[in-house]
Nanobody, 118 residues
Framework: QVQLVESGGGLVQSGGSLRLSCTAS????????MGWYRQAPGKQRELVAAVTSVEIINYADSVKGRFTISRDNAKNTVYLQMNSLKPEDTAVYYCNLKRGQPFSWDYWGQGTQVTVSS
């Protein structure tokens, strides 16, 4: 069983920055695909950014140019640097670890709240 522990959320003013971290237990991190998702009240969970095990990165259009995802395999940690935050970025942010067949891994963190005030 893999555990994902997120940190770095909080309250920030519009235009500010936050850095989220997610650390995974165990030894599978380096071969797993990692992603950050968010869920705002009344909305579906959506992908924010993802980085594969071979460092292929993609972002949601709404965060391109403002957010940066990165990973440190030596620390089993994935980061999400969030700049120029907007009130619409307010959500619970979740870390996800995934790898398809034959592993079928799909693990989630507990979530961390990000609130951006206007």
């Amino acid at each position: 069983q893999v555990q994902l522990v997120e940190s770095g959320g909080g309250l920030v003013q519009s235009g500010g920055s936050l850095r989220l971290s997610c650390t995974a237990s165990g030894s599978i991190f380096s071969i797993a695909d990692m992603g950050w998702y968010r869920q705002a009240p009344g909305k579906q969970r959506e992908l924010v950014a993802a980085v594969t095990s071979v460092e292929i990165i993609n972002y949601a259009d709404s965060v391109k140019g403002r957010f940066t995802i990165s990973r440190d395999n030596a620390k089993n940690t994935v980061y999400l640097q969030m700049n120029s935050l907007k009130p619409e970025d307010t959500a619970v942010y979740y870390c996800n670890l995934k790898r398809g067949q034959p592993f079928s891994w799909d693990y989630w963190g507990q979530g961390t709240q990000v609130t951006v005030s206007s």
